[in-house]
């Protein structure tokens, strides 16, 4: 490999919420910190040389999208998904929460109704909670333990859309927000879901926001297909965040961007972002975006590998030495759901012995919606020692307690 992601790098005192955390969150300093979803390795090098270069020049004045931003993104999608999006449905979004944010500033007001798939990333909860809307949460369909653990010989199985569930919750919702691919299952949404949600939201007059923030990241075979690219009804009724942030790790940089297709929904949204100068975006963001979108696919490639290698070596070593805990294998990204219900332990307890025994500063599966109950996220983005580290941890408090 040209890169190098076996490298350990200290992340102490850079202000890395993934190590400064641990101790106010888990009452101890001495925990693997696997949660926060960045990557321990750097940031894709180009990307860094682009900040060195830009400061070469000693003005970092306002700064606007340059031609060559918008020909980045374009370029991309183009390439990577077959999505031909226009520069004018383009705009900076900053960051993709808060751009769920100012989804909801702009097409909703209090007590409007929020849908989501519920296991899933917490802010999609939290932030319409946080500005009074109310969350209508649809829980998805998940997988048996026994299939999780390799029981039922049936490979691998995801989460699925309840569909009778989904006509039901979309019913008076005014947007719904999905991930694509989904967080924490690592789900990437098939054509057939795709159009099957887009038809639904549409005939409920449901605008659908879909984060693709993690589909750079998606392994083969699986293929992430672009939302608003599945047909004329998706892309008439959606509003799509992406950002390179996660498959370049670069998330402390805010460079995210929304692509709108329907005109009036763009003019409706990017009113509101400038009525508060919300998409005035930044010169950092503009010159990694560009480095991350012309210079990415053989870092991307590598890295994909080297984290499938990590996604790989934490399974094998579940079924071998770990039989009750299972995993959801992703289909693009780092994160691994952990099936803990095999042990049966309430979720207090499982939290204490993944902190306590274990000494691993994972996510709580609950803290993503009810059906996460019994799982813990895993973030494998880390070099293969340190997932080795942590299985060999993971392994000592199992057998001390299970074995
Ligand atoms: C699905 C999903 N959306 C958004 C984010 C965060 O995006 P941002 O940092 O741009 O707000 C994450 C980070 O983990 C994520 O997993």
Redesign the pocket.
Not at 59 to 65: I, P, R
Not at 118 to 142: F, K, W
Not at 353 to 377: I, Q, T, V, Y
């Given at each position: 490999m040209k890169y190098n992601f076996d490298e350990i790098i200290d992340r102490n005192d850079t202000g890395a919420i993934k190590i400064d955390f641990v101790p106010d969150l888990w009452g101890r300093n001495d925990l693997i910190p696997l949660w926060?979803?960045?990557m321990d390795f750097a940031t894709a090098p180009f990307v860094v040389e682009a900040i060195k270069k830009r400061c070469e020049h000693p003005v970092l004045g306002y700064t606007h999208k340059c031609d060559s931003w918008f020909d980045a993104i374009v370029r991309w999608q183009q390439m990577r998904y077959g999505w031909s999006v226009e520069r004018d449905w383009l705009n900076f979004v900053p960051?993709?929460?808060?751009?769920?944010g100012h989804c909801l500033q702009a097409f909703t007001k209090p007590g409007d109704k929020i849908l989501i798939q519920t296991p899933?990333?917490h802010?999609?909860i939290l932030v319409p909670q946080n500005s009074g809307r109310e969350v209508v949460m649809s829980d998805l369909i998940v997988p048996s333990n026994e299939a999780l653990r390799g029981l039922d010989g049936a490979g691998e199985a995801n989460f699925d859309i309840d569909w009778a569930r989904f006509e039901r919750d979309v019913e008076g919702c005014k947007l719904f927000f999905l991930?694509h691919p989904?967080?924490p299952g690592g789900r990437v949404w098939t054509r057939d879901e795709l159009c099957r949600m887009a038809d639904i939201c549409f005939r409920h007059h449901v605008i659908v926001v879909s984060?693709e923030?993690?589909a750079d990241l998606t392994f083969a075979p699986h293929r992430h297909i672009p939302f608003s690219s599945v047909s004329d009804v998706a892309a008439m009724n959606s509003i799509t965040?992406a950002?390179p942030?996660?498959a370049f790790n670069m998330?402390g940089l805010?460079s995210?961007y929304s692509i709108i297709p329907n005109p009036d929904i763009a003019a409706t949204f990017n009113r509101w972002l400038d009525s508060g100068e919300f998409n005035l975006g930044h010169l950092f963001a503009y010159e990694t975006v560009v480095a991350a979108y012309t210079n990415g696919t053989e870092w991307l490639d590598q890295c994909l590998a080297y984290i499938e290698g990590n996604i790989d070596f934490v399974l094998q070593t579940l079924r071998a030495d770990m039989p009750l805990i299972g995993m959801i294998r992703p289909q693009a990204?780092y994160?691994v759901f952990l099936d803990c219900r095999g042990l049966r332990l309430p979720v207090e307890e499982l939290n204490r012995f993944f902190a306590d025994e274990a000494r691993l500063a994972l996510n709580d599966g609950a803290m993503f919606g009810k059906p996460g109950e019994g799982f813990m996220r895993l973030n494998v983005a880390s070099p293969r020692s340190v997932i080795r580290r942590a299985m060999q941890q993971l392994k000592e408090a199992y057998d001390k307690r299970f074995g």
């Amino acid at each position: 490999m040209k890169y190098n992601f076996d490298e350990i790098i200290d992340r102490n005192d850079t202000g890395a919420i993934k190590i400064d955390f641990v101790p106010d969150l888990w009452g101890r300093n001495d925990l693997i910190p696997l949660w926060v979803a960045d990557m321990d390795f750097a940031t894709a090098p180009f990307v860094v040389e682009a900040i060195k270069k830009r400061c070469e020049h000693p003005v970092l004045g306002y700064t606007h999208k340059c031609d060559s931003w918008f020909d980045a993104i374009v370029r991309w999608q183009q390439m990577r998904y077959g999505w031909s999006v226009e520069r004018d449905w383009l705009n900076f979004v900053p960051g993709i929460v808060p751009g769920l944010g100012h989804c909801l500033q702009a097409f909703t007001k209090p007590g409007d109704k929020i849908l989501i798939q519920t296991p899933v990333y917490h802010p999609y909860i939290l932030v319409p909670q946080n500005s009074g809307r109310e969350v209508v949460m649809s829980d998805l369909i998940v997988p048996s333990n026994e299939a999780l653990r390799g029981l039922d010989g049936a490979g691998e199985a995801n989460f699925d859309i309840d569909w009778a569930r989904f006509e039901r919750d979309v019913e008076g919702c005014k947007l719904f927000f999905l991930c694509h691919p989904h967080n924490p299952g690592g789900r990437v949404w098939t054509r057939d879901e795709l159009c099957r949600m887009a038809d639904i939201c549409f005939r409920h007059h449901v605008i659908v926001v879909s984060d693709e923030i993690h589909a750079d990241l998606t392994f083969a075979p699986h293929r992430h297909i672009p939302f608003s690219s599945v047909s004329d009804v998706a892309a008439m009724n959606s509003i799509t965040l992406a950002s390179p942030s996660k498959a370049f790790n670069m998330p402390g940089l805010t460079s995210s961007y929304s692509i709108i297709p329907n005109p009036d929904i763009a003019a409706t949204f990017n009113r509101w972002l400038d009525s508060g100068e919300f998409n005035l975006g930044h010169l950092f963001a503009y010159e990694t975006v560009v480095a991350a979108y012309t210079n990415g696919t053989e870092w991307l490639d590598q890295c994909l590998a080297y984290i499938e290698g990590n996604i790989d070596f934490v399974l094998q070593t579940l079924r071998a030495d770990m039989p009750l805990i299972g995993m959801i294998r992703p289909q693009a990204s780092y994160l691994v759901f952990l099936d803990c219900r095999g042990l049966r332990l309430p979720v207090e307890e499982l939290n204490r012995f993944f902190a306590d025994e274990a000494r691993l500063a994972l996510n709580d599966g609950a803290m993503f919606g009810k059906p996460g109950e019994g799982f813990m996220r895993l973030n494998v983005a880390s070099p293969r020692s340190v997932i080795r580290r942590a299985m060999q941890q993971l392994k000592e408090a199992y057998d001390k307690r299970f074995g």
